[in-house]
T-cell receptor, first 113, second 119 residues
Framework: GQQLNQNPQSMFIQEGEDVSMNCTSSSIFNTWLWYKQDPGEGPVLLIALYKAGELTSNGRLTAQFGITRKDSFLNISASIPSDVGIYFCAGQAEETSGSRLTFGEGTQLTVNP | ETGVTQTPRHLVMGMTNKKSLKCEQHLGHNAMYWYKQSAKKPLELMFVYNFKEQTENNSVPSRFSPECPNSSHLFLHLHTLQPEDSALYLC??????????????????FGPGTRLTVL
């Protein structure tokens, strides 16, 4: 089946620093999604991308749909303690019918005050 | 607040027990999903329902039995589980299934999950 490689697996940063993470796939996706999961909660959608090359922002978060359609990037600027959590990428491939989203393994972000 | 609720939030059960997980969505969506989230692993799709009809079973063992009595409620009945079934079980819903013609595809909204421990 399809797999997403999400990197890095974990990050430890100081408050105020910028953060970058990415997902890559051997398959082409036509939708890329980025979710954040707080401890004890379900994932919450942060940004959705539907077009190759698309760059979309949500506050301090910016995500890009890779031009090859096989990768996506998420950047967080000026991190704050509440950015702590697990960030997941998810993609939906053209050849996949129905409802299946493929998820990455997540990036655990820790922000030190 | 996502509009998707799950109960219980935590469940500890023995391997011979029978229990059920409940999910309710207050968003008027037509599609509902069960996912399994294990530590250090990607979310695994288990079941999909659209307008109360099961549209996908991702090779889930029969000890997991889903039920969708209406578009707002989804259950996962558990019977004779194994310790390796311990995980966070997440419910999600979306307005429609992806691929139904809407563009962009509808977003899946997740509930808070049920943390299941099988002893």
């Amino acid at each position: 089946g399809q797999q997403l490689n999400q990197n890095p697996q974990s990050m430890f940063i100081q408050e105020g620093e910028d953060v970058s993470m990415n997902c890559t796939s051997s398959s082409i996706f036509n939708t890329w999604l980025w979710y954040k999961q707080d401890p004890g909660e379900g994932p919450v959608l942060l940004i959705a991308l539907y077009k190759a090359g698309e760059l979309t922002s949500n506050g301090r978060l910016t995500a890009q749909f890779g031009i090859t359609r096989k990768d996506s990037f998420l950047n967080i600027s000026a991190s704050i303690p509440s950015d702590v959590g697990i960030y997941f990428c998810a993609g939906q491939a053209e050849e996949t019918s129905g409802s299946r989203l493929t998820f990455g393994e997540g990036t655990q972000l820790t922000v030190n005050p | 607040e996502t509009g998707v609720t799950q109960t219980p939030r935590h469940l500890v059960m023995g391997m011979t027990n029978k229990k059920s997980l409940k999910c309710e969505q207050h968003l008027g969506h037509n599609a509902m999903y069960w996912y399994k989230q294990s530590a250090k692993k990607p979310l695994e799709l288990m079941f999909v329902y659209n307008f109360k009809e099961q549209t996908e079973n991702n090779s889930v063992p029969s000890r997991f039995s889903p039920e969708c009595p209406n578009s707002s409620h989804l259950f996962l009945h558990l019977h004779t589980l194994q310790p390796e079934d311990s995980a966070l079980y997440l419910c999600a819903s979306s307005q429609e299934l992806p691929g139904q013609g809407a563009w962009p595809p509808d977003t899946q909204y997740f509930g808070p999950g049920t943390r299941l421990t099988v002893l």
